[in-house]
């Protein structure tokens, strides 16, 4: 490998998946640089509970200890989550995930946004061959046949063998790198807010499905739900201006009061939802890993975990190849990431594309075989242990970081 380059792989976004993919690189002789344009103070976990959570599967979990910083994470606030709930608002149809019948002690944790990047953003820079640029942001990109020539918005430059871009849905990578993407608008937009209720959660996570969207409360460790409201844009316009008290009383209807009043609402934000799939993920020195390859419906919480396991994937394919002393920004090499990782995404992209379908039907027979199949799965408990596992990332074609000692 030359060692004229500045360094052998140059990480653009260092978001969670990015930030992950960093450390996962950790510790090796490639020479790794992790550029993010947002300061890391404005990223640091306060007091204030993110609005942005995630539902982490074990699999991503397993990713965070096996790159040192699991600990620093559970050190700020992490939410482990035993059973799981899902119910149709137009009928009897309703199934229950429950982690002691598939004997684990848990099915997940849900765990700030914000604490994910940060204690990942900080300890990507402990590892020996780890440059953070933080702030920074890429400016230009010029893909040359054995090298990319990175240019940053302060007029830093160099040359690296390979571009990695986990700089988000709307990756500028991906358009420097000239991959079209597919995929439409839901028409939806999911609005998001931290809440307290009068009962317990239970260390449960809640979906109930209603004609205009799901609704989620996701629990946290201090007693209080992360909601997930996915709804029509006129509706999450209607709820983002509504007070606070009335806010809390449609919120509490919307959930058939299932935790009773709702109250304490904190600020609120909204999201568009769509689904989006990069048309490859790979070119020549140039690859694609979580939002910047694609996008899903939060409806079953795995964007961000498709994402880290495209991170865990790529990161032991280029240390395969670097072990073997090939170039690990050519093709060749990164069709082997591609091949891994699209089709597994590509199928989460139509299970959950299907589900969003299914449960946004208001037809009477979509409704009344979505509530017998709910129920069905519900009793089927082999297929319901099946389909658990596979969620938590507990089966599959699992990355080396992600199976964890029982790998
Ligand atoms: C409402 C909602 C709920 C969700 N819930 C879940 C859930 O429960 N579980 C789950 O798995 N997923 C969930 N997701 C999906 C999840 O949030 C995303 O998949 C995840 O944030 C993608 O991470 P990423 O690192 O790929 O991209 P991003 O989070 O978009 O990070 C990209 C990073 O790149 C940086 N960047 C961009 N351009 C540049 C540049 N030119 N130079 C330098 N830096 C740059 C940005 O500052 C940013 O930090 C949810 C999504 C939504 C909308």
Avoid at 198 to 213: N, V
Avoid at 281 to 287: D, F
């Amino acid at each position: 490998m030359s060692r004229s380059l500045d360094y052998d792989v140059v990480i653009a976004g260092g978001g969670m998946v990015g930030a992950a993919l960093a450390c996962a690189l950790g510790d090796s002789h490639l020479r790794v640089a992790l550029i993010e344009g947002t300061p890391l103070a404005r990223i640091r976990p306060d007091i204030e509970i993110d609005l942005r959570v995630s539902a982490i599967t074990c699999a991503s979990q397993r990713l965070f200890v096996a790159v040192g910083a699991w600990e620093a994470m559970t050190a700020w606030r992490v939410s482990p989550f035993r059973d799981m709930r899902v119910w149709d608002a137009t009928g009897p149809g309703r199934i229950h995930f429950d982690s002691a019948a598939i004997g684990e002690p848990l099915l997940g944790w849900i765990i700030e946004n914000r604490v994910i990047q940060y204690t990942l953003l900080e300890r990507a820079p402990a590892l020996a061959n780890v440059d953070l640029l933080c702030p920074a942001a890429l400016s230009l990109v010029t893909l040359r046949d054995d090298a990319v020539h990175v240019q940053l918005d302060d007029d830093r430059a160099f040359h690296t063998r390979l571009l990695v871009g986990a700089d988000g849905a709307g990756s500028r990578v991906r358009r420097w790198s000239d991959i079209r993407t597919e995929g439409w608008s839901y028409d939806q937009k999911a609005v998001v807010a931290t809440v307290s209720t009068e009962k317990f959660h239970a260390e449960t996570a809640w979906q109930r499905f209603l004609p205009t969207g799901p609704l989620a409360f996701l629990p946290l460790h201090d007693g209080r739900c992360s909601i997930v409201w996915s709804t029509t844009p006129a509706q999450a316009d209607h709820l983002l201006q509504l007070d606070e008290d009335d806010f809390a009383l449609e919120l509490a209807e919307a959930f058939d009061w299932r935790l009773g009043d709702v109250t304490g609402i904190t600020a609120r934000g909204a999201f568009p939802l769509r689904l989006q799939h990069a048309r490859t993920y790979v070119k020549p020195r140039v690859a694609l890993i979580g939002d910047a390859a694609h996008v899903v419906h939060p409806l079953a919480g795995q964007g961000v975990n498709l994402g880290l396991m495209d991170a865990a994937a790529l990161a032991e394919v280029l240390l395969d190849a670097s072990a073997a002393d090939k170039d690990i920004g050519s093709l060749k090499v990164l069709r082997r990431y591609e091949r891994w990782r699209r089709g597994e995404n590509l199928l989460m992209l139509g299970v959950l594309d299907g589900f969003k379908r299914l449960f946004g039907s208001t037809l009477t027979p979509v409704r009344l075989l979505r509530n017998l199949g709910l129920s069905a799965t519900d009793a089927a408990v082999p297929i319901k242990n099946l389909l658990a596992r596979r969620a938590m990332g507990l089966s599959g074609d699992l990355p080396r970081l992600a199976r964890g000692s029982h790998g």
